[in-house]
């Protein structure tokens, strides 16, 4: 049942599924709300959206949706398993064999993407009319053609499907990875070849452009939904991305794939698009977990200007700021303005303003304010708008802009406002468990320790100092593992950590929970603190033991032993800490 595990898991957003018992609230990256399990006053049940894990400081409690699910309705795994598996929509059904079935065709599906990515670039080389489209008509440089995984889908009708039987992958397998088309041949042809990868850089699919205009056949062409493509989810560009989103804190969102390869290679990279679908709610979560603001890049068409309002509606349920990239008069799309001067899209993104005021504008571009019709439309439109802004201040500044361009009074447009009845705030799900009170705290230094490395790198080198015999079982195996690999990457844990995963994400989240507020100069002291701390209490610890044992050996007259434990605990005694 794990591929069936992994597979709810990937569907579901633990913030949701947390979020129909308790009412959270952001704090920084992550999410904080009162205990369902206690009968806490101040909120200290923290979620993480990012790494999908939640922790309650007033239980100590924490773990996954499948824990947390178990917990507050009192099911056991297989129950907890079909509760979300319904509410992600995922048939069971098809993972009951139990043998992994489904796993099984997701790798073969990965591989034969892989080896089709190879493909693809192998013929980009050898095809000079493809390398001229990429190089010269695109303008793309070696270093972007390797980082976007770019190649060629020969023309003829089933080039890549003979290249792929021979390496022993049946019709059925290539279906699965999406790659051949109904009647058994090649999907992609003739097509400029741009690889559609996960958020941790393996291929899940492909983006084709055709390289000769052809009437009869669609200009681009994805892959189509298959095991490991999911077009309604899927952001491109994410992987080449996601580290300049969390740098600068912001997210620029377009329409096409391709200017999100031309906005890399202009210096721009905290830019992606959504995979020729509408904006999702979906979409704004998996990216405000990298960054509290998302910019978007749409026409100032009404097409453009809808698309924004919905967008508004989203950024408000999930809490993220939401701003808008205009592209000068006469430009159709980023690449169109990149080919023009790279410098133009870069202003273009700094000069973003908030979406709110963009559609405002917009609406009163489109309305004619010198008539009572126009100011009705748009006055009508405009408040639709600031009644869904959450935040009372924000919706009085808007009302004060839509007063100044109808010349209506504040108290008009606030009756106005309040004509249309407010939807009532939704019914938390009450758990199925009787609250307790609030435990007293563990001690939890080795914990603190552990998360502060995790989370800072630079504060490492004091784990050398310590001692991973002396720890409980998933602090020794991190401890063990930055003794041996300092530059340990937490986002692709080694094996042996693997079976701890649960752990460091939460060891990670108190981490970042004590230290929000710390400067990043003052952990490594803090750090080194904490170290000698926590070596000061395992000798004590260590003292007290020896004691005893010495104790024990003089009432047994056990010269022997207890002169070796004297020994041991003068030697303790005279260690420096």
Known sequence: ????????????????????YVQLKRAGRNLKG?????????PSFMVSPEKQIWHDFSSGKGGDIFTFVMLVEGMDFRQALEHLARKAGVDLSLFSHGDGRTAKRRARAGEALKLAANFYQQNLVKNSAAREYAVKKRRLNRQTIGDFIIGYAPDQGDALTKALEKRGFSRRELADAGLVNRFGGDLFRGRMMVVLSDSSGEVVGFTGRIIRDDPRAPKYLNTPQTLLFDKSRHIFGLYQAKEAIRRSDAAVIVEGNLDVVSSHQAGVKNVVATAGTAMTLQHLKVLSRLAGRIRVAFDG??????????????????????EVVSLPDGVKDPDELIQKDPALWQAAVERAQPAVDWVIARHAEMEDLATAEGKRRFSTTALRIVRGLKDPVEQEHYLAVISKETGASLAVLRAKLGAERSTPPAQLKKP??????PSKPRDELADIIVGLALSQPSTRRWVGALEAASLDEPARAVVTALQAEPLLDIEKLPRPLQKFEQYVKIVQLKSERRYMDWEPEALDSEMARLVKQLIRKHRDTKKQQLLEDLREAEELSDEARARILRQQLNALIKENV
């Open 1 to 20: 049942m794990n591929d069936a595990k992994e597979e709810v898991r990937a569907r579901l957003n633990i913030e949701d599924v947390i979020g129909e």
């Open 301 to 322: 068409d009404r097409a453009g200007v809808s698309a924004t309002e919905r967008a508004i509606n989203l950024a408000q349920e999930i809490g993220v700021e939401l």
């Open 34 to 42: 009162l205990s369902p399990f206690t009968d806490e006053r101040t």
């Open 432 to 437: 199925k468990i009787e609250k307790a009170t």
